[in-house]
């Protein structure tokens, strides 16, 4: 879907085997126009590895200007904005859901982080901020959708504090919100980074995020999603076919891989 609204240069980053697979077979459809990166996954349990490595990519920003779309993204209107954002302020973050830092579940999470305080390699104020982000009503972030400049300080800061707080909850997401008082920065608004379950809010999004694995939860997810798999899997893009399948519709998505393949 991102092919529909931007035609410029796309890199696709890959961190475990199988989706270095997928990520070539990308690479080698014409029609997507993309190149590839792999990267190797840091170690730690299943979630945490995914957050932690999410920083690590910062490391490696292949253009001067970046925009991050994590794979459970579908792209659904302009992204003008987006991208002249991105080229303008050297970070770039968007809102979800509506929340801020005052409220749960981001309150919540965050306030875990206050046993960080004074820990080793606690160079990070943490205190003062904690304390502001727990006390205003800051936007609340999701690394789902962010932009960065390539930026040796930001990736050096970021995976810092990642490897910090590489045993609290979501250290790539609240590591970065953090880190906001250290950069010049900009928060757009959650229609760039949209999540099913705030349908009601009347929002026009610009990206829906699946995050959660609710890509067919729900009859607005199917609507949303599945059309789009559909298509992928009718074009062959990718070669689809030969490495996914849907074995259900009704609740969680269930992209099976077919014995001997990815």
């Known amino acids: ?16 085997p199988e989706s270095h697979q997928i990520g070539q077979l990308c690479a080698d459809d014409p029609r997507l126009g993309i190149t590839h990166q ?12 995914a957050y932690r490595t999410k920083a690590l990519i910062s490391k490696y920003y ?38 801020s830092t005052d409220q749960d579940p981001f309150k919540l999470n965050i306030g875990l982080w206050r046993a960080m ?23 609340a972030i999701n690394t789902g959708v962010y932009g960065a400049h390539r930026n040796q300080r930001f990736a050096a800061r970021w995976n810092e504090i990642v490897h910090f ?19 010049e920065h900009l928060v757009l608004g959650q229609e760039y980074n949209f999540h099913p379950s705030g ?15 609710c890509h067919t939860s729900s009859t607005v997810t199917r609507k949303i999603w ?3 798999y559909r298509r992928c899997e009718a074009e062959n893009l990718a070669s ?6 849907i074995e259900s519709t009704k609740a969680i998505p269930r992209l099976k891989r077919q014995r001997d393949r990815v």
């Open 1 to 16: 879907t991102l092919r529909r609204w931007y035609s410029g240069p796309v890199t696709v980053f890959s961190t475990r």
């Open 38 to 49: 792999r990267l190797r996954e840091v170690k730690d349990s299943r979630h945490q590895a």
């Open 62 to 99: 292949p253009y001067q200007h970046n925009i991050f779309l994590d794979a459970d993204t579908v792209v659904t209107n302009s992204l003008d904005a987006l991208i002249q954002a991105a080229i303008e302020v050297p970070v770039v973050v968007t809102n979800f859901l509506g929340f």
């Open 117 to 139: 305080i004074g820990a080793s390699g606690d160079t990070f104020d943490l205190e003062r901020r904690l304390n502001h982000l727990l006390t205003q009503p800051i936007a």
């Open 165 to 183: 707080g590489q045993k609290m909850v979501i250290p790539d997401e609240i590591g970065l919100q953090v880190l906001l008082f250290e950069f």
């Open 199 to 213: 349908i009601r809010l009347g929002i026009k999004p610009r990206i829906w995020h699946f995050a959660g694995n």
């Open 226 to 228: 599945l059309p789009e």
């Open 240 to 245: 689809i076919q030969s490495w996914s399948r």
